[in-house]
Structure formats: structure tokens, C-alpha cells
């Protein structure tokens, strides 16, 4: 999994699992954003640094073992290892043209994610490769934050020893349920061993913070089972735990399979899922952990920062290496090609000049910032007006009267004394509801 935007279409969760995401990763959405934008996205490169503003950098690694029937990122389950060296080389040298960048010198990050894909199929070697080219053009002296995504049947003792040697700090485990039943329907790689089988090693070596992933209601859950894996999630007494929803966006194995009339084991329907999230929510409450966003309970919110997220849902600056990904830079936003053979290519692979392989972007309005920090960082669950007042110089409770107060009225948020605080309902349901704040020009957009 990654946290990283993917397609999605804005908007409705009802009753049934239907196809179509929800999930909420940016603004403006994606059907906005295009080639005729460039010129836009070249200015933003050339524009003097801003070292106000926080800069972070995500690393792409598109590959997995096998690929899970409800997964609709770009990933690749067929690369060999000279093929994984050619793409580490060509995002070396995009990280080396973007340091070279005007609006990108002398910037230092202060935080760095690794994502995918699965960051930790690639091995040792090939990762410090990629990291020291990378740490020679943008120091890592600043780093608050090093956040890798590990699926635990890649995971060896070596592998997590390098990953604390490079300077990784939050290690991300996409365990995603317990059961290995569950596990092979839904097409993950990992069977249940491999999970307990890596805890020692991280207990041994120890990274600041342990995160780790569950996703409610995949094929074949049932209340036991949930019960089971959030009981087991407990044991593992993670720093942190992310909750997902399943949804069935349009270019999943699964929704193939429904759309054809094949799937024969039900999907649980939205009420059930949001049921069993607020069961894991009840049970690490129990244990004394605390909401820190709609997906993600924390042990200790003063020392569980997730700096990546709160950074970007600030505005923060962030560029992003590896093909399809995601960056933005002085409120543009752009994304690279999404082919393989393209991106290798425009990276000089084949014997051109390497070049930033950016495909599409969008110049955003002031407005539109605002409407995208707001709608982010409710995810939160908390948002405070004075933030926006002083940054947008904009009174949220004002601009955003009507959307408030509909979703007030249906028990999705309260507010009081310049804080919007969603419920428990509305944080349950929060992508959902974020449309309803969004220009009318993007109501219903699809989000490809
Ligand atoms: S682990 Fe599964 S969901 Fe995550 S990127 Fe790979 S195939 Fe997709």
C-alpha cells in the first residue's frame, strides 16, 4: 500500500460496497489536471527557493511479489533484478536533475517516504545505491522523518539492518489482517507466519516508531475474524495502527470480477466496514491509544508525529521520484508518465539526455489551496479556523458557512469557538463528506 494520492472518484458511500473509490488524497482532483499545465509546472522549477516552506521527498518502488486483487496502484510483479537496477538508476538521475532545479537549491528536506509499490522487495544493495545518490544532491542532515513501507514476507533481519543504518525512522508494516484465509482470497502475498516471524527482529533492532496497516472488510471477513485480527494487532502493540476501508475502485481484479457477475463471496457492505473500523477504534482506545487522523491511532501523540502527512496536508512542498508519481512544488502540482518504458526513457535509458519525466499538472488558485489544506487536514478530525485566518487570511466559518452547516445538521461535525470538530460518524465517513466542500466546477469529477 501506499500513502501516496492514487485514482479515485469523489464522492458517495452509501449503503452497498459499490464500485468506485472514495478515498480523498487531493485537490483539485486529477481529471483537472493536464499537459497543457507544464509551462505552469517549469515556471514552479524555476522560481526562487522558498525555505520557509517544508520539503519532502517520495520514492516510488513499484514492485510486489504478487498483486493483491483489490489493488489499483502501478505496481510491477514480473521485474528482475537488472531491470529494478535500470529503474533505482533512472530515479537517481531524476532526483539529480531536480537538485538542480532553481526553486530546489540548496533545500534540504525534512522528510523523506518511501512507498509503493513494495519498498522492501528491492534489495540492500540496490536501496543504498539509490539512498547515496540521493543523499549526495539533498543532505539528509534535516530529515526529521525516514518512513518505509515493508510487506513482512519481503522482510529479512539484513534488510530491516540496512533500513535502520540508512536512517529510516517509521517503519510501515502492511500487515493487513491475520487470517490466512482471508489473506490468500484477497490475492495478498504474505501468509500469517511471516508476520510473526519478522516482529523479533524489529523488537531487536528498534525504529522510533512502528506503524502498522489493517484493512476492514476484505473478502471473506466476518466479525470473528476482525475481532481476531484487531486482538492480534493489539499484541503486536504497534506505535501506530492505519485502518483502511476496502473500497473497489474500477481497475481492480475484484471489481473485474463483480462487474462480470464472478464474485461469488460478498464484499461487506459500507455500514458493516465502518461497524467493524469503530470496533478497532473502541478496542485500541481501550489500550490507550488516541485518535490522531480518521485512519491512524497513536500510542503517544507527542511522540507519534507523522511528520510526511502533516507536513503535506500543510501545503508542505513535495517531490516525487518513480514512474506515475506525485509532487508538489509553489502550489503546482504535477505527476510523471505512467509507463515504464517511458519513464526509463525520458531518463535517458536508450541513450537520450535525461529529463524530468513530468506528464501532467495543475496550477492551483489561492482558493483552491485553501480548499485543499481544509479538506486534508479534517482527516484529522479536528480543524481550528485560526490556522486558515492566518495563513489564507480567510475565515473558514464563513467561506465554508453552507458545507458546515449541512453536515452539521446531519451529526457529521460540531462546531464551537473557532473549531470544527468532526463526530465519530463523520470521521468514520470523512472521505465521503469532503466533496461537499469542493468548487462546483469539480462536483462529481472522477478522480483518474
Ligand atoms: S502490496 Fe498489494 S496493495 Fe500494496 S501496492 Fe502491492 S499489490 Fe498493491
Redesign the pocket.
Known sequence: ??TQPEPATAGRQGTESEVGSVFVSNYPPYSSWSADQLPHVHEALASAPRPDVDLGLYLHIPF?R???K????R?Y?DKKYDEIGAYIDAMAREVERYAEQPALLGRKPRFVYFG???PSYINPKQLRELVDRVKAVFPWDDVEEVTFEC?PGTLSEAKLEAYKEIGVTRLSL?IEHFDDDILREN???HVSKEIFRVLPWLERIGFDQLNIDLIAGMLGETDDKWRDAVEKALDVAPDSVTVYQLELPFNTRFTKSLLNGDLMLPIADWETKRRWHEYAIEEFSKAGYEVSSAYTMVKDKETCRFVYRNSLWRGADLIGMGVASFSHLSAVHFQNVDGWGEYLARLGHGGSQPELPIARGKQTTADEQLTRELILQLKLGTIGSDYFQRKFGVDILERFAEPLARLQERGMLAIGDGVVELSRAGLLRVDTLLPEFYDPRYFGARYT
Request: hydrophobic letters at 25%.
Open positions: 500500500m501506499t510486489c504478487k498483486r493483491c483489490f489493488c489499483y496502484f505496481v510483479t509503493g509499490g513494495t510487506e502492511g490475492g495478498r502475498a
